[in-house]
C-alpha cells in the first residue's frame, strides 16, 4: 500500500471542534459523538486490551485498571467505561496483540507497538477509519499538541489520506544524566564530575572505598528507536560522536551509525574499563530487576539514566535507606556540550475495531485527559492524588501519553514559578501536584518524603541542567520500516549486538569489529542503507509539492 503524505492544516479541522469546545461545559445537549466533551446519555462500554504496569501501576489499595481516578472521572464527565479482556505488559501484551492480530479477533480498542502491525491491520481492513473522529473529538489543543511535532507524527497513522490510528507522542528526554550517591562523593573529597573520565574516576573511588559494584549498564548497550532508558551507555558512543541504532546524515547521505568508525573506539575503551571492573563485571548477566535490587540495597553509587529514574528506581533506595543522597550530574561529550540523538516521535498506536460504534471514544478519552483534566482544573484532587503518590502513568484505561514536543521546558517551567510564589491558576493541573510535592520536599516534610524527593530531583534538579547546559540534538533521520528491514534487519541487529558484547567482554578482540561491518554490509546493510535513503529522498521531494 502507498501511503501518502499527510499533512494537518489545523483550521480545516477546527471548524467544528473548536467552535463547539468553546463551550465546554454545555456540550451535554449535543451529540457527543461529534465533540470532545460531548456526554454520552447512555453509557458507552468499550473492550480493552489494557496495556498495564508492574505491581498494579503503584495504585491506592482497592483501585483496579476499571475502576480507579481515571476510569471514574471519565465515567462521570463522558460516562464511558472500560471492560478489560486482557490486562498485562511487556512481553505478555506484546504476545497477546500478536494473537489476536493474527486472529482477527480485536478488542474495540488496542494499543500497537509497531508501524509493521499498524499497516497490517489497515491493509487486512481490521480497523475503523478515524478521519471524521480526529476531526470532531479531538480538542483543538490535542491537534496542537501533535502539531508541535513536525507532520510525521501523523503521517505514520495516514494510509490514503485517511487516519487509521491515534499516535502517542515520545517527548523529547534529553541526554542521560550520570546519577550519583552524592554522599559518598563528598565523603570522598571527589570533585563533581563533568567528564567520563570524572565518571570512571567515581567508580573506582566507590568500588575501593565503598565496595561498590563497577558502573551497571543494561546489556542493550544504547537506547533504540523509542524512550530513552536507564542503564545505557550513550555518552560514550556520543564522545566519539556516533550514535548507534540510528540513521545519521554524514557527507550527504544517512548511514546506520552502528557501523562508524566511532562505534570501535568506543568499544575498545569500554573493553578497557570491562576488563579493569570499572564496568561491572557483571553486566551481561544483569536484568534490570537485578540492577535496581543492587541500588536499592547501597551496593551501587553511580548510573546513567534519564531525567526520571527518581520516580524508577531511586525512589525505593531512598526509601530503604533515607541517608542516601543522589544527584544528577549532566556529562559533557564534546567539548562544553552534551549531545545526544533524536527519537522516534511515536512508538504506540491507539486502534479501534472495525465496527466499532464509537471509534470517536478514544480521542474523547485522550482530550479529557490531556486537555481538559490538565487544563481546567475542576475536580481533579483524585487524580492528583496519583501524581503526588507517583501512580504509573499506565493506570489510565489508554496507557499513552499525549504531550507537547517541548513538554519537559514547559513542566520545569511551571514548577519553577509555584516555587518562586506564583499562583497555580494558570498552570497546567499535572504540575500542580508535582509542585506542592517539590514545596514538601524543600519544607523537609515526612509524609511521602521519597516521592516528594522524587518530583524535586526529577523535575527540578534534572530538568534544569537542561535548562542551564549547552544541549545539542543530532537529527535521526529515520524511524520506518524498509522491505530488507521487514526480512533481514532481526538478524543484523543480533549480528550488532553479539559483536559489541563480545568485543566489550574480550571473547573476540577490537579487530573484530571490522569482519562485523563486512558482515552486516554484505547480509543486507547496503542494500537496507539504499532503500533508507531512496524513501528519505522521496519523502523531502513528496513534501516540496
Known amino acids: ?12 479541522f477546527t471548524i467544528t471542534g473548536c467552535q463547539l469546545e468553546s463551550h465546554r461545559d454545555s456540550f451535554t445537549a449535543l451529540d457527543a459523538t461529534r465533540t470532545p466533551y460531548g456526554r454520552y446519555e447512555k453509557k458507552v462500554t468499550y473492550k480493552i486490551a489494557h496495556l498495564t504496569g508492574n505491581n498494579n501501576s503503584y495504585m491506592p489499595s482497592g483501585d483496579t485498571y476499571e475502576n480507579n481516578a481515571y476510569t471514574r472521572y471519565l465515567l462521570k464527565k463522558l460516562n464511558v467505561q472500560n471492560k478489560d479482556i486482557f490486562e498485562g505488559y511487556g512481553d ?21 507497538e509497531s508501524l509493521d502491525d499498524l499497516e497490517y491491520l ?30 510525521s507524527i501523523l503521517d505514520n497513522v495516514t494510509f490514503n489520506g485517511k487516519i487509521y490510528a491515534m499516535p502517542e507522542t515520545n517527548i523529547d528526554d534529553g541526554p542521560n544524566f550520570f546519577w550519583v550517591r552524592d554522599d559518598w ?69 544517512y548511514q546506520y551509525d552502528s557501523i562508524n568508525e566511532g562505534a570501535k573506539t568506543t568499544l575498545s575503551h569500554l573493553h578497557d574499563l570491562y576488563k579493569e571492573g570499572v564496568l561491572d563485571k557483571n553486566f551481561l548477566l544483569r536484568t534490570s530487576n537485578d540492577i535496581a535490587r543492587e541500588i536499592i540495597y547501597g551496593r551501587c553509587g553511580a548510573i546513567f539514566g534519564p531525567w526520571w529514574v527518581p520516580n524508577n528506581p531511586l525512589v525505593d533506595a531512598i526509601k530503604k535507606d533515607s541517608s542516601a543522597k543522589w544527584k544528577p550530574y549532566l556529562i559533557k561529550t564534546n567539548g562544553n556540550s552534551t549531545t545526544y540523538h533524536s527519537v522516534i516521535p511515536s ?19 485522550i482530550s479529557v485527559i490531556f486537555d481538559y483534566l490538565r487544563y481546567d482544573h475542576k475536580n481533579v484532587e483524585d487524580v492528583n492524588r496519583y501524581y ?116 566489550i567482554s574480550g571473547s573476540k578482540p577490537v579487530s573484530y569489529f571490522d569482519d562485523f561491518v563486512k558482515q552486516w554490509k554484505e547480509e543486507g546493510g547496503d542494500t537496507i542503507t539504499q532503500e533508507v535513503n531512496n524513501e528519505i529522498r522521496n519523502k523531502e521531494k513528496a513534501s516540496e509539492t
Open 92 to 112: 505478555h501484551y506484546s504476545e497477546y496483540v500478536s494473537h489476536v492480530i493474527l486472529s482477527k479477533n480485536l478488542p474495540d480498542v488496542m494499543i500497537v
Open 1 to 12: 500500500m502507498v501511503r501518502k503524505l499527510f499533512i494537518v492544516v489545523l483550521s480545516l
Open 388 to 503: 503526588e503518590i507517583n501512580v504509573d502513568p499506565t493506570a489510565r484505561p489508554i496507557a499513552i501519553n499525549v504531550d507537547y514536543q517541548d513538554a519537559l521546558k514547559r513542566s520545569y517551567y511551571n514548577i519553577s514559578k509555584i516555587l518562586n510564589g506564583a499562583s497555580s491558576k494558570n498552570i497546567m493541573a499535572i504540575d500542580v501536584p508535582y509542585a506542592t510535592a517539590c514545596k514538601n520536599y524543600l519544607a523537609k516534610k515526612k509524609e511521602n518524603s521519597a516521592e516528594n524527593w522524587a518530583a524535586y530531583a526529577s523535575r527540578i534538579e534534572a530538568l534544569g541542567l537542561l535548562e542551564k547546559n549547552n544541549v545539542v540534538k543530532v537529527k535521526s533521520g529515520y524511524f520506518s520500516t524498509t522491505a530488507t528491514m521487514n526480512k533481514k534487519m532481526w538478524k543484523l541487529k543480533e549480528l550488532e549486538s553479539d559483536a559489541y558484547l563480545q568485543i
Open 347 to 365: 512508538s504506540k498506536f491507539v486502534v479501534v475495531r472495525k465496527g466499532y460504534k464509537h471509534p470517536e471514544v478514544i480521542f474523547k478519552i
Open 185 to 253: 562523593r563528598k565523603e570522598l573529597n571527589l570533585q563533581e564530575p563533568q567528564t567520563l573520565n570524572d565518571v570512571e574516576n567515581i567508580v573506582r573511588a566507590f568500588m575501593k572505598y565503598k565496595g561498590a559494584d563497577g558502573l551497571m549498564a543494561d546489556t542493550s548497550l544504547t537506547a533504540g528507536t523509542g524512550f530513552s532508558s536507564e542503564y545505557l551507555l550513550n555518552l560514550y558512543f556520543a564522545a566519539n560522536n556516533t550514535y548507534p541504532k540510528q540513521w545519521i546524515e554524514r557527507n550527504g547521505t
Open 122 to 151: 489497515v491493509e487486512n481492513d481490521l480497523i475503523e477509519d478515524l478521519t471524521t473522529a480526529y476531526k470532531q473529538c479531538a480538542s483543538s489543543r490535542i491537534k496542537d499538541i501533535y502539531a508541535s511535532y513536525d507532520s
